[in-house]
T-cell receptor, first 112, second 113 residues
Framework: NAGVTQTPKFQVLKTGQSMTLQCAQD?????MSWYRQDPGMGLRLIHY???????DQGEVPNGYNVSRSTTEDFPLRLLSAAPSQTSVYFC???????????FGDGTRLSIL | DQQVKQNSPSLSVQEGRISILNCDYT??????FLWYKKYPAEGPTFLIS?????DKNEDGRFTVFLNKSAKHLSLHIVPSQPGDSAVYFC????????????FGAGTRLTVKP
């Protein structure tokens, strides 16, 4: 029972590089989301999706893009990495937006 | 602007005793509250929730209390076990809506054998 799978677990980037954080869920959930967790702060919503082909911005969307071509996958793209994007990123899913979410184990990203 | 605050970064209790984790919120429109638990190197997992129509919700050893007038909720764990050692996040939203969920910074609970 895989649940929500995030890859990679760790990544170091240089300023200006781009990369994609992968997220996949095998629970046939319609709702998926991306959060970042920074020291001393709660999880903050970056982007979310209520179903394939539908995405929207959360609280802190700047510098990130998402797409949702399938129900299972919800990748997060950093277009031009900045040191301020150093964080731990969590992907989550739920059947619908008003149910508790299942979280992946996170990706620790460092931007030098 | 942190609308959900967990003012105690850490808490240490003895095995078998009660653990009380606190959470305050500023937005009086919040009416749905959740607690998540997180072990190191894992993602948060849902623990328990409460809506504003109740002031208490219980699930086994875990009880959440809501004081709407004080804009305060607490999670009680009785009895505490070493396996409860984790970071606990509270979260709140207007209506149960993950799109608008606000999380606290978390409290690290250590239960000593």
């Amino acid at each position: 029972n895989a649940g929500v799978t995030q890859t990679p677990k760790f990544q170091v980037l240089k300023t200006g590089q781009s990369m994609t954080l992968q997220c996949a869920q095998d629970m046939n959930h319609e709702y998926m989301s991306w959060y970042r967790q920074d020291p001393g702060m709660g999880l903050r919503l970056i982007h979310y999706s209520v179903g394939a082909g539908i995405t929207d911005q959360g609280e802190v969307p700047n510098g990130y893009n998402v797409s949702r071509s399938t129900t299972e996958d919800f990748p997060l793209r950093l277009l031009s990495a900045a040191p301020s994007q150093t964080s731990v990123y969590f992907c989550a899913s739920s059947a619908v937006s008003n149910q508790p979410q299942h979280f992946g184990d996170g990706t620790r990203l460092s931007i030098l | 602007d942190q609308q959900v605050k967990q003012n105690s970064p850490s808490l240490s209790v003895q095995e078998g005793r009660i653990s009380i984790l606190n959470c305050d919120y500023t937005n009086s429109m919040f009416d749905y509250f959740l607690w998540y638990k997180k072990y190191p190197a894992e993602g948060p997992t849902f623990l328990i929730s409460i809506s504003s129509i109740k002031d208490k919700n219980e699930d086994g050893r875990f009880t959440v209390f809501l004081n709407k007038s004080a804009k305060h909720l607490s999670l009680h764990i009785v009895p505490s076990q070493p396996g409860d050692s984790a970071v606990y996040f509270c979260a709140a939203s207007v209506g149960f809506d993950n799109n608008d969920m606000r999380f606290g910074a978390g409290t690290r609970l250590t239960v000593k054998p």
